[in-house]
DNA sequence: TAGCTGCATCGATAGTTGTCAATATCCCGA
DNA sequence: TCGGGATATTGACAACTATCGATGCAGCTA
């Protein structure tokens, strides 16, 4: 799928070649700029997000009277099971995007809005050419 | 994967169960907030973040000379075969946060700044409980 | 107290993903 | 034209994930 690149047009424009850095693999001239932790750190919170089920929720979350809403709430429009949506919700709170508090017999969960905008933060600080 | 979008069709044109239990389970106003597709357009773009090698990947190529790298540059770093660091170059191309240039015989990545930006923007607006 | 209700946890399973080895393809230099 | 090197593609396999049904637990209510 989208292999198609073209294999003559470009390759004709070339000149004539560099001068003197015909090798491509130059040494990682600055730093390794992202870590392997920090990546798997970083992934992880991606990973999260990486749902649409769990997208959805975090909204319908953000959605609701003061940006809380429970379970019974969310599993309904999801047409997802309960267990499911327990499951969704656990992953989401243990990545630090929402807040779980048991109000009597039910669970009531809140976005964390420093979560959403640290991650923001990080995806054009880190990773957009601004090391 | 093995998610189910809900087979319901447009959703958001749910038919509004009868609320029984006046105290939690009010439906959420009508405003679907994030529609299944939307959210599913969404996650294919986290879940081309959501791998640590990934990200490393995007950051090498963003630390790059001209924010760009070849793809020999970026092999030996992460300790990954040729052909897995081809293939996450292309998931992070088809999602849209790299651009490949083949000039000669070497392939040349550079980042996209806008599509993080973009993706920063949707994180703090749309989920952000900002609405 | 007993029963009921909302939610979490526990296996089990199908589908997806990351990785590598082998191979194909493209391009430049001799 | 041929050989070599850089990259992409294919096939296979292990590991992970999303989902569900069944079950357990806690708190309200009669």
Redesign the interface.
């Known amino acids: ?2 292999e198609t ?1 073209s ?1 003559t047009a ?2 004709a424009a ?1 000149p004539m ?1 560099e001068p003197e850095s015909a090798e ?3 040494p ?7 870590g ?1 932790e920090a ?2 750190a ?2 992880a919170r ?2 999260a ?8 929720l ?3 979350v ?3 009277e003061d ?1 809380e ?2 379970v ?2 969310l599993t ?5 099971g309960q267990p499911t949506v327990s499951h969704h919700l656990k992953i989401l709170v243990d990545a630090g995007f929402l807040t779980r508090e048991k109000r009597g017999v ?1 669970a009531y969960y809140s ?1 964390v ?1 420093e979560a ?2 640290d ?3 990080t ?2 600080g ?6």
Do not use: Y
């Open positions: 799928m989208a690149i294999p470009p390759t070339l070649a491509c693999c130059v990682p001239a600055g730093r390794p700029s992202l392997a990546a798997v970083l992934a991606f990973k997000l990486a749902d649409p089920n769990r997208l959805r975090l909204s319908m953000a959605a609701g940006a809403a429970c019974c709430d309904e429009p999801l047409g997802l039910w976005v809005p959403l905008g991650l923001a933060t995806l054009t880190q990773l957009g050419s601004a090391r």
